[in-house]
């Protein structure tokens, strides 16, 4: 059994990239039922115990035998020194598209989960989706509670060929326009700070994580903030990282910086796709803007949503996605300075009574972050699980030093802290209606 991947998914393969989901636990974790919840997700959705292989003419996604489908793997240690090394183990080539770990502390009491999901069948949404089917999956079981069964697995039809109709002509001249538009306007880089072959992790560094937090009071004062100035939260995000940036910049006066939004198909297609179907169902949306060394932040935010509003009035997010098989011979297609996703709100795992959830995690990774480059974006992965804002700053050693990228936090996290004092606080019971 297998399916052709899209020339869109074909993409993904090369990148080696993949979707990191943890989930920190404090409780009693009853391995047999979680391991029973992952094999009843994998067999749900067959991406999850797959191989890509090469036919010569393309690539396919194909079920792997019963003996090689992944299954549960159990390991013991510090949470966080582990979780280090599964961020930084790729899946295997050739192997299965998931992978899922359950590591326990020696107190036997805190537990780390983490799942792993090739990019190539998942995004963000629909990895947050599964990771939460999982868990429910779980509390069913341990309840003893009757869970639905899935139906006869299916492939998801790929998003690129669920567009709307388009005029050939219109898509060339789309394309022709993205070109000139990244000819007359390329954007400056972040230099990398690590000096050459001498990053954790060997020539090609280790990838580590940066993280800012905001508490659900800072949250809601930075969401009140967005809404009446008109703007959406992916908006204060951006302008806060691309203010960043040009501090990183070298030369006075304003330089050209590119923002590039990932933007979510489901909810925009007729039917409407929905989160639980396992496939990449994104397209991208680059602007150029002209930032100076000490931006208007609240400017440069209705800047971004305005821009990004009218991407999508025109519905040119469906036009970018028809000419995304056109970015390996023109990458400077999606060549930006930072690189801003947004999960949105979204809920956690819902557990069996005496286990708990102290902590929810997505982080993008990848196998390849060449640092011969000099210079690269930097990504900033943005959700909010629970009412509470996260943005995970992965990177390779081997390009941004661990001292680079937690003053670059920090100081993203204070150009989010500046848009939260234009909001008053409110009382307890108002932020948690």
Same mark, same amino acid.
């Given at each position: 059994?297998?399916?052709?991947? %899209? ?20 409780g ?16 749900a959705?067959?991406?999850l115990?797959?191989r ?25 240690g510090? @949470? ?10 790729p ?10 770990? @359950? ?10 989960f ?16 599964? &990771?939460?089917?999982l ?22 039809e #790929? ?12 898509t ?8 000139e538009?990244?000819?007359? &306007? ?11 072959? &001498? ?7 280790r ?45 006075d006066?304003?330089?050209t910086?590119? %923002? ?14 929905p ?16 930032v ?46 930072v ?12 557990? #069996? ?16 972050? $060449? ?9 900033? %992965? ?11 700053? #992965?990177?390779?050693?081997? %390009? $941004? ?14 150009? @989010?802290?500046r ?15």
């Amino acid at each position: 059994m297998h399916r052709a991947l %899209c020339p869109v998914e074909t993409l993904y393969v090369g990148q080696r990239s993949r979707a990191v989901l943890s989930c920190t636990l404090r409780g009693p974790v009853d391995v047999a039922a979680l391991s029973a919840a992952y094999d009843a997700m994998t067999q749900a959705h067959p991406g999850l115990r797959s191989r890509i292989e090469h036919t010569g003419t393309g690539h396919v996604l194909r079920l792997l035998d019963e003996d090689e489908r992944p299954r549960l793997t159990l390991r013991y240690g510090d @949470l966080e020194e582990v979780y280090g090394e599964e961020l930084n183990r790729p899946l295997t080539v050739g192997g299965p598209l998931s992978r899922a770990v @359950l590591v326990s502390a020696p107190d036997e009491q805190s537990h780390l989960f983490v799942l792993v999901i090739d990019h190539t069948v998942t995004d963000g949404h629909s990895s947050i989706a599964l &990771h939460n089917a999982l868990w429910d999956r779980y509390r069913a079981l341990v309840d003893g509670e009757s869970a639905t069964e899935p139906g006869d697995p299916r492939w998801p039809e #790929p998003v690129s060929r669920l567009l709307p109709p388009a005029d050939e002509t219109d898509t060339a001249q789309y394309l022709d326009g993205r070109l000139e538009e990244a000819r007359r &306007h390329p954007v400056a880089l972040v230099p990398y700070d690590a000096v050459p072959g &001498h990053g954790t992790g060997g020539p090609q560094g280790r990838i580590e994580v940066r993280r800012l937090t905001l508490d659900a009071d800072h949250t809601a004062r930075l969401r009140r903030t967005a809404r009446d100035a008109g703007v959406s939260v992916h908006a204060v995000v951006a302008a806060a990282l691309l203010a960043t940036a040009r501090r990183r910049l070298d030369g006075d006066g304003p330089r050209t910086l590119g %923002c590039l939004s990932p933007v979510d198909l489901r909810s925009r297609l007729s039917p409407p796709v929905p989160a639980t179907a396992l496939v990449p169902a994104v397209t991208t949306h680059l602007q150029t803007l002209d930032v100076t060394e000490d931006p208007d932040s609240l400017d440069l935010a209705r800047t971004v949503h305005g821009r990004l509003s009218d991407f999508l009035a025109r519905g040119d997010h469906f036009r970018e996605m028809r000419i995304t098989p056109e970015i390996p011979r023109t990458p400077a297609l999606q060549l930006a300075t930072v690189i801003a996703t947004n999960m949105g709100v979204v809920p956690g795992p819902r557990l #069996p009574e005496g286990l708990r959830a102290v902590d929810v995690r997505l982080v993008p990774a990848r196998e390849q972050y $060449f640092p011969q480059a000099g210079r690269s974006p930097v990504m900033a %992965c943005v959700v909010s699980f629970e009412g509470r804002l996260s943005i995970e700053f #992965p990177h390779s050693t081997a %390009c $941004f030093s661990p001292t680079f990228m937690r003053a670059f936090r920090d100081d993203v996290r204070a150009g @989010l802290l500046r848009f939260t004092t234009a909001a008053p606080p409110r009382p307890a019971d108002a932020l948690t209606a």
